[in-house]
């Protein structure tokens, strides 16, 4: 099967711009999550998704960070505006068969 | 609640030993347990996952891993290392009720040494 597909891979803002990332599950699976992974550090859930309903949000750092799922497939990451410590790699994840979680490859930013 | 405790946040190993990265968890549900590798700069690639079926969980690239109840560990084991095994890795636990939460350890850089 295809796996989760995310885009673009590498961004390159300054600071106050604004950034989308888009992230493509694999089809049937319901639960879609973003992970923020900053450098050296585990992921960190930002938020999670059941079809387009939103599960959980708490860390979301919502004044800047805004994420959607319309039609419950793709997803959809956006910051406005960036800051310095928004620097991380963006890890969209989709629950499948047996509970696996399923990773993609990662939207990677660098925020000047 | 569920949680995830990587006990080491590094391990240094010689090439050819074993390798030992120790996990606890905790969670209100029988919970599914992973263990996932991170070489660097890429993303996260699965090496093996239990969700209650055998207690010896085997993986890719010689790794395993044994799910203890009673000492709520999640243990991942390699008889010989190798050098391309130094990698970050990470134990991540999942709810497969409620709200199917998932939660990350904080990783543990493994080094192995030529």
């Known amino acids: 099967e295809a796996g989760v597909a995310q885009s673009p891979r590498y961004k390159i803002i300054e600071k106050r711009q604004s950034v989308a990332f888009w992230c493509n599950p694999i089809s049937g699976h319901a639960t879609l999550y973003w992970y923020q992974q900053i450098l050296g550090q585990g992921p960190k859930l930002l938020i999670q998704f059941q079809n387009n309903g939103v599960v959980d949000d708490s860390q979301l750092p919502k004044d800047r960070f805004s994420a959607e799922r319309l039609k419950g497939v793709d997803s959809t990451l956006k910051i406005q505006p960036a800051k310095l410590e928004d620097s991380a790699v963006y890890l969209c994840?989709?629950?499948?068969?047996?509970?696996?979680?399923?990773f993609g490859e990662g939207s990677w930013l660098t925020v000047v | 609640a569920q949680s995830v405790t990587q006990l080491d946040s590094h391990v240094s190993v010689s090439e050819g030993t074993p390798v030992l990265l120790r996990c606890n968890y905790s969670s209100s549900y029988s919970p599914s347990l992973f263990w996932y590798v991170q070489h660097p700069n890429k993303g996260l690639q699965l090496l093996l996952k239990y969700t209650s079926a055998a207690t010896l969980v085997k993986g890719i690239n010689g790794f395993e891993a044994e799910f203890k109840k009673s000492e709520t560990s999640f243990h991942l084991t390699k008889p010989s290392a190798h050098m391309s095994d130094a990698a970050e890795y990470f134990c991540?636990?999942?709810?497969?009720?409620?709200?199917?939460?998932?939660?990350f350890g904080t990783g543990t850089k493994l080094q192995v040494i030529p």
């Open positions: 991540v636990v999942s709810d497969p009720g409620g709200y199917q939460k998932v939660t």
């Open positions: 994840a989709t629950r499948g068969w047996e509970n696996t979680i399923y």
